[in-house]
């Protein structure tokens, strides 16, 4: 035994190693393995008469999401056992690429007669597996991303409408169970109607939850924020994190929230696995919102996009084909192009100022809350004088699970009518004349109009590569009409991939903004907000940096 185990030390650095064990493989008594745990990884050792490297595993702890001990059934057994989970990237077994795949590795500890002493040793361990994973922090830009309090307390918020109708079944099958083993307690919210989430958490005693994670499409957090920022308290209620599970048709924001963990694309349950795991991990990033202006509804808030034309068309027009899930808006896409129209009207917008990526650097200045805590992360407002064009012209329900108790304050309802969301500072009422530094688009003939905030458009449409959750402006496109149907056509595939930027595509022209108005001239049609319809007519927009909370991981 002490040559097998120096011979494991001499392939570990023994230095790094705060635990060592040697215990036997759960369900096979007769395996038996050398288990080290250091800063960064567990690494598992057979302990047979083969070479080390044949039987050596290293698991990185950035991987892990919990580890657990135990006792058995068998009451007469002294044994404890030590459960740690990982979802590594692996390789797909029929096709390119990596995704999450589940890794258990579960241990029999029976050094000891006496149970206790056993559970003992088991559970420091777990404690261990679970401090040094917790400890592996991910640097963003140059900013260490703040993470979840331990134990999370959620609200999980599942649609079973949404997409395919099978957002329950993907939470039985994969999401209870990781939740499960990364010890995080929830409260599953099963929505019975339109705005049902809407109504929830703006009249819920939010104290109960570190966090609320929407498991549907994008149109239930659309009605989580919106239901927030109308709360007496938004401004308490907004820095709530938001998590997000694929649950729906489009999925947008999990796509991106994927896409910024720099992760290989990936869609259905390898997303759905991305996505659970980095909820996991409970690492907290700000997210701006989008303050929406129409002519007579109240004001909106949107996370991820406003469309007009050709994308608001097929968004909507493509929900008959929802039963077939994301191809929904291909089915959708080549059907519009069939019929391809020009949407009249006028667009203007504020640019961006030329340095604002520069003043990333200045994020160590921001404070961020978060479970009333404060932590330091940077934020910087540029001033409109350093304003000018950066335009990018392309040559080329039921719900049996909870019972809410709302709040009883008295004051908090008879306020509840004040206007609630932070003021905007850029845009004028509708009907005034534009500031002088708005820039008028000459052209008045489009076929699309897309003003984005975050890179996904859908699972399987990187919109804006450049995008990034609190990068502080709204991306916007546009199509100007005399597109062919082959070069729009060519456009979109080339969107699967982000290369949409690089087709020569004359028509397209792409700025980054501020703030925006558009004024449809025809007296029908669809604007859309985050995939929901509005109010058809004339729209204003302004970005509001870093205003919300979103789980990155």
Sequence with gaps: ?????????????????????????????????????????????????????????????????GCRAYRGDDNSDPAAYLSAYFYPLKRRWMSSGVSRQRLEQCFRLAALQDPRANLEEAEKWARAVRERSARQQYLRDGVLVRELSRPCRMMLLVNPQSG????????????????????????????ERQNHARELVKEADLSQWDALVIMSGDGLLYEVINGLLERPDWEEAIRTPLGILPGGSGNALAASVHHYSRSSPVSSEELLLSCGFLLCKGLVSRMDLVSIHLSSSPRLFSFLSLAWGFVADVDIESEKYRHVGAARFTVGTLVRLASLRVYRGQLSYLPAPEDYNNQEALKNNMTLHCNNQTRSLGLCHPSRDSVRQNTFHNSCHSNNSLKVRRAESTQSRASSKAPSGPPDSL???LDQPLPADWVVVQEEDFVLMLAMYQSHLAEDLLAAPE??????????????????????????????????????????????????RLEPFSPKGIITVDGEVVEYGPVQAEVHRGLARLITG
């Design 467 to 516: 995008a990034a959750p609190d990068d502080g402006v709204i991306h916007l496109f546009y199509v100007r009409a005399g597109i062919s149907r082959a070069a729009l056509l060519k456009l979109f595939l080339a969107m699967e991939k982000g290369a949409h930027m690089t087709t020569n595509c004359q028509h397209l022209v792409y700025v980054k903004v501020q703030a925006l």
């Design 164 to 191: 395919k109708g099978q957002a329950l079944t993907l939470y039985n099958n994969h999401i209870q169970r990781m939740l499960n083993e990364a010890g995080v307690p929830h409260t599953l919210v099963i929505t």
């Design 1 to 65: 035994m002490d040559e097998r185990r120096a011979e494991t030390d001499r392939s570990t650095d023994i230095n790094s190693v705060s635990l060592y064990g040697e215990f036997t493989v759960a369900g096979n008594r007769k395996v038996r393995c050398a288990v080290s745990l250091t800063e960064k990884d567990l690494i598992v050792q057979r302990l047979t008469s083969t070479p080390v490297g044949r039987n050596k595993v290293v698991l990185s702890l950035k991987d892990c999401v």
């Design 427 to 429: 845009l004028l009422p």
